[in-house]
């Protein structure tokens, strides 16, 4: 058995393959230029409006390089993105050939590009020689010339394996890169007041056309997620205005140089998100059609979920499309209103998009854009949590692919992150909000003190230095792990000493000047519980003092719902969790949710639901962080997860949780893992990779073709071989 | 007399004035930006050169702010490079107006600018608000919204004053910044082989024009500051290829898109230095006429000297013309081949630029640009020394400038540039060469140890530090005063005990392992000489043991020249230096030099002195190092220097030197101060500031029109006030 896994292994190592023949880059740089684009397409009524944290740019000059020993001599071609020289072993090629021959032999192929506006970026195509994330860039070769014409010693130089994507041809520039769009039309319309409200039938997100405008003046659109927004011209999030001057131009007013003008249909050239407009024209102007161009990122819905309940069955489709929309060239929070890259809402985007499209691109750019470039001046969009997520993101994506290059390539922006972090610690080694810093937490509809040293905050401080202990660990950077390893350790045994109320059997909240607070809230609790941080008993202490009580603050975003629920999960209680997100989802969706919100307060009502940050359609309609079910049924009912990295080995803890029947399928690097299962039977086949079906507790197998060994009383693992379906007939008692 | 100066000093506050109503950006991101431009340009034999160090960028997302109080409602209009939105008291508006009408009362007002490929930048003009340095720039604003609409305290934000230059029109955009051109024509030609060589009688900078362009084929051109370098077509350092089609279309075929056809006569897009040009076309092509646009930075030649010496005249127009042709868009070394802004290079050209132009806007310009942005990854050039120079380099334009708002600008980068500085000490607290770090100290005709503790590097470090400590108190920065004064202390008293060797009667080169070496070296001591960190009795050991002992290596760089030259005159050395000034500069220019060099080594012979760097034409013949002679005759000889900042005071120490009378012109802020001396009388006038003339120990004043005051025996001030002569009839003895 054990040779068989080794080698097993090793196919796996294909995973993160290098990408022959295809653009490069300065890891992070094309991650960081493209995020810039989409964080700054946000607008407010016509406003740009890009975040409030440094927005960082790529490196203007990178060399690329690449040692070379070639049978015969070899000529090869050169796509580049901004002004470049070659050096052949250290002598400067004239001008800037597309084409150029390195002869037979041992080489040293050096290519350095400038470029202010986008990314430096080379392709590099030969019979052999091809550019691909083997290639090393540096922006700094120090390599220069003394008097004699010696080169200088460059062997300090920091080379990094370079960035790429899936831009395989020399035209495809990454410079240029678009998501794909399709027309979509309008599904109802109606006359309102003096001009027309169109209805697209559920939440989308694009470019609206208008088709055969006549007349001149004025054409004002307004978007809404609800009708309510779109009618409400003066409080409407998104607006656009258009000026028809009657020879046929037509000016965006709002963002000047964004419009495009298509055989009299008129494209917008800013997208919006909306299910909703409503376009009122000045008495002289007529408009004959109105459509639109939906924009998506194309994926394939390599997870599936169907079950006996035709609720869950809707919540997870509701929740894929929610992903859907929201996965855009990044992970973003919401189509709406922010269209911005958060720290918080994207850990959930990856987690979620680890059993729905296994997209690892979209994790690996994000993680990117989130970081940016040193120096570090604040948190992670200004937020303590959210630069804590971030870490956790790092580990989280290793272990569903064991993608070890891209830690190598984030490795050194982990550090000096941490080192921010660790520059800011009080005197017990905890971190507490100082200025500058947003202490977020959650949206609470109830007093959150942010003061002094949070226990939710220390909790997610403690992982994170575990993270980057793991993460020196697996880069044999044995000193690394031993620091991160003793600060995780010391902050560690702080914990309990520090938070835990045996009168509360809870952590509290906040301890100020050493003092522990009253209050207890759900976040650090149920962060610990799925941390694993507490013993069995404190647990499930935890489960009843703080989870199942109702007097303690209510959760009232998806977003920590998503913990608050996953703790129950690893509590056993999945049966509780079924009805909750039927509850929580399914009132979404009585309430006529086409796509999962940013808040929901089942106690609200009406437009209630729409307002958020004191404007009455503030809120959004469309959140990543809405989509949780899609990672709770993966990971807690259809039970897939990985054991080792890139699921080299799996565990499936398949439970119904009180559903008749369930089927499903998890993704998996290069693969896909099935579970089928019913009262009776469990049905699981795997394409890549083995591991194990655990049956809960109270289930026996009574027939099983494969190996079935028994772990504890009443707890068996079923094993799971490659391409072999499994089938466990069990009864339950 | 206290007040009157008071007053005075009150008057000299407006030397660096607010630049009203002009183009405003983050201070320093227009300046790295120019710079990349300019440093870019480089080229070697036809290929693209950049400079090997990181090269930074501009932050892509700046935000503007002023808090305005307004009499009534005022129409200000904006022109802006990059996308850009407008709040007004925290209230978004609609769009990118130009125009937007401020109401009367109190009101913040914040512009954010977006800009990935130049500098984020905004000119608001109205009747009272206008964009001046006196606005707030920010990269990171902080502002975030909680769940209830409100803003987050702000307060932490880091603002900086607004960068700015001389772009006072809406027009005058600073992206389209273009140095000024004049047309130039060749003054020779001679038909050599099977081309022309043409001959612009001096060295010179621009692009070259070709008129009456026929045929097809291709054109060569070889550049040439000597006419042995244009004519040697396989060694000759900058080249140019084109490809006439016979159909009228010219292509360059070093760089594509750099070409530009105007009526029959091709102008050259990319600017070359040189004085001669040969032209090779291919038998069926053929060129009617060469000439050139000349480029240059319009300066007004404010210093000026001029005495009874033809071969010194002549020596000062040529360092004059030398740092005309360096000083650009910045200040570089040479204009043949680096092309670059390197800093030991540049703080020479601000000491003579001192003395010439008085041109501040450089000099801040290229301190920006040298410093880059954090993080630091390299010392400044990758060069340790050069990094030291830059620190000296700030301290000195306060001195001679009195702009504290560059110090409270820059000062963050200082400190930031210290504290990697401070990360590369050794136990003793002293820097030696580390991996990745070029210690340069100078080109050498012998072999430099670079290796463990050299006592030059020591020397700058300690004035590096003691910069610190009156950048930090000039701010007001206590503590950060004490840290560096501490420090800085702490190093000084240990230079004497680590490097003086009393045998040697002098500093030795380096100590390793706590071992002097036996080597002296010129260069520490020197420094120490004219930073007066030794003794009167060991700076007169130094005179004899190492700067007039011609057993230590010599230097044959203009530029060690330059401080060995200061060390000799600020040791009363005029006459020596005088006729070192004369055989060593004299012998450039009767080498044929038509501005001064890189190197130069008397012994050589013909085309040796264009060597360099292991190639036949390495050496730069235009090296902004080579034009020391109009600092020294500046501030040595008509002796002028400032004694507080900006020549709020001055001093006047005129010395002949050997020369029958000398007479000339020194730039002050706002003025300047001319200064007559011959064998009998002394003529001072300033039309700035207040000072006084010290007449040297063998001079005794016979007649003046002002106050003499005897300081010790045999030496007297002579005041000298605002716009009034002082004419000094004089002994010597």
């Known amino acids: 058995m054990k040779n068989k896994w080794i080698i097993f292994s090793m196919v796996l190592g294909c995973i993160a393959p290098l990408n022959a023949q295809t653009w490069i880059w300065y890891p992070g740089d094309y991650e960081i230029w493209l995020g810039n684009q989409m964080n700054n397409r946000r607008t407010e009524r016509g406003a740009f409006f890009p975040p409030f944290w440094k927005t960082d740019s790529h490196y203007v000059v990178i060399e690329f390089s690449k040692q070379l020993d070639l049978a015969q001599d070899e000529e090869i071609s050169l796509a580049v993105e901004g002004m470049y020289n070659i050096k052949l072993d250290g002598k400067l090629q004239f001008g800037m050939p597309d084409k150029f021959v390195v002869p037979a032999g041992k080489h040293k192929l050096n290519i350095k590009v400038w470029n202010q506006q986008t990314p430096p970026a080379l392709y590099v195509a030969g019979k052999t020689v091809k550019s691909d994330s083997s290639w090393k860039v540096t922006y700094e070769d120090k390599e220069w010339i003394d008097e004699s014409g010696k080169a200088s010693d460059t062997s300090t130089t920091v080379y990094m394996d370079a960035g790429s994507w899936n831009f395989n041809t020399p035209a495809a520039r990454p410079s240029l890169f678009r998501l794909a769009r399709e027309p979509r039309q309008v599904v109802a319309y109606e006359s309102v007041k003096n001009g027309t409200l169109y209805d697209f039938g559920k939440e989308t997100f694009g470019y609206l056309d208008l088709a055969g405008i006549t007349g001149k003046g004025r054409i004002h659109i307004y978007y809404g997620e609800s009708k309510e927004e779109a009618l409400d011209i003066d409080a409407c999030e998104t607006l656009d205005r258009l000026d028809v001057s009657g020879d046929g131009r037509i000016t965006d007013l709002a963002l000047s140089d964004t419009t495009l003008l298509e055989e009299n249909t008129y494209i917008l050239k800013s997208s919006k998100a909306f ?69 918080g809402d994207a850990i959930q985007s990856y987690l979620m998009n680890y059993y729905l499209f296994f997209d690892t691109e979209t994790v690996k750019r994000t993680i990117w854009l989130l970081r940016g470039k040193d120096p570090v001046t604040a948190h992670v969009n200004t937020i303590m949590d959210y630069t804590f997520f971030w870490f956790l993101s790092v580990y989280d994506y290793y272990m569903y692919t064991a993608d070890r290059r891209f830690v190598a390539q984030i490795y050194p922006s982990m550090c000096s992150l941490m080192q921010y972090v660790l520059g800011r610690t009080d005197d017990d080694g905890m971190v507490e909000g100082m200025a500058g810093d947003w202490v977020f937490v959650d949206w609470a509809d109830g007093y959150l003190d942010k003061k002094g040293q949070l226990s939710f905050e220390q909790v997610l401080f403690c992982k994170s230095l575990e993270t980057m202990a793991l993460c020196a660990g697996l880069l044999n950077k044995e000193q690394d792990q031993l620091f991160y390893a003793k600060l995780a350790s010391d902050l560690r045994a702080k914990l309990e000493p520090a938070f835990w109320n045996d009168m509360k059997q809870a952590f509290v909240h906040n301890r100020i000047g050493g003092k522990q607070s009253d209050e207890v809230t759900r976040y650090s609790n149920m962060f610990a519980v799925f941390y694993d941080y507490l013993s069995s008993e404190k647990k499930q202490q935890i489960k009843k003092s703080v989870l199942m009580n109702d007097t303690i603050l209510k959760i009232t975003t998806p977003y920590m719902r998503f913990y608050e629920l996953e703790a129950l999960c690893a509590l056993g209680e999945q049966k509780m969790v079924m009805e909750e997100m039927k509850n929580y989802w399914g009132g979404m969706l009585d ?15 009406g437009v209630e639901h729409l307002a958020m940050y004191g404007r009455p359609y503030g809120k959004s309609l469309c959140h990543a962080w809405g989509a949780s079910p899609i990672y709770l049924l993966g990971k807690y009912y259809l039970g897939v997860k990985p054991v080792k990295p890139g699921y080299e080995e799996f565990s499936i803890t398949p439970v119904l949780g009180g559903l008749k029947w369930m089927k499903g399928t998890v993704p998996v690097p290069g693969g896909s893992i099935e579970v089928y299962m019913d009262s009776r039977q469990v049905k699981v086949k795997a394409d890549r990779g083995c591991g194990y079906v655990y049956l809960s507790s109270q289930k026996i197998p009574e027939c099983v073709n494969g190996r079935v060994e028994k772990i504890t009383a009443g707890k068996y693992r079923i094993w799971v071989e490659t391409k072999e379906e499994v089938l466990i007939r069990y009864c339950s008692f």
Chains 1, 2 share one sequence.
């Open 275 to 343: 299910r909703y407009v409503y376009v009122v024209c000045d008495p002289d102007v007529g408009v004959d059609k109105v459509a639109m161009q939906y924009e998506y990122m194309p994926e394939k819905y390599r997870g599936t979920f169907e079950c006996s309940d035709p609720q869950l069955n809707e919540i997870w489709k509701v929740g894929a499309y929610t992903m859907h929309l929201t996965t855009r060239e990044f992970f973003i929070d919401g189509i709406k209103r922010d269209r911005w890259v958060w720290s």
């Open 591 to 605: 309430e006529g949710a086409t796509s999962f919100w940013e808040k929901y307060n089942p106690s609200e009502k």
